[in-house]
């Protein structure tokens, strides 16, 4: 019976090591929308945008945060190639990209 146990236990520990992948790697995650891009750092806990269309619409990035709160903001210098980044001391769990007159990215999770 105890030989039973400890190969259902080797087997079982075997298995299982199949199927569990390398710890997830933190990374920055971007979101791009035509030359438009939002990105969020690898600790989530600074959002960016950044429009790079010269095509006179301003583009603006919205999140939640890890508590529930919400943000945006906002590049208006066209495609000055400047962009604008904020803290967000919560952590930023979902993102998106919107430009003027056109359309908002998918939420993405950072």
């Known amino acids: ?7 259902l ?43 790079g269309e010269c095509d006179n619409h301003f583009v603006w990035v919205e999140w939640t945060a890890g508590n529930g709160t919400t943000g945006s903001l906002t590049d208006a210098n066209g495609c000055a190639g400047i962009g604008n980044q904020w803290s967000v001391p919560s952590g930023v769990a979902q993102f998106r990209l919107c430009e003027e007159a056109v359309s ?7």
Do not use: L, N
């Open 1 to 7: 019976m105890q030989r039973k146990v400890k190969a």
């Open 9 to 51: 236990a080797i087997t079982t520990a075997a298995v299982a090591a199949m199927f569990v992948g390398p710890a997830a790697q933190a990374h920055e995650k971007y979101i791009h929308h035509g030359d438009d891009k939002a990105a969020v750092t690898a600790d989530h806990k600074t959002v960016s945008v950044r429009d």
């Open 104 to 110: 908002c990215t998918a939420w993405t999770y950072a």
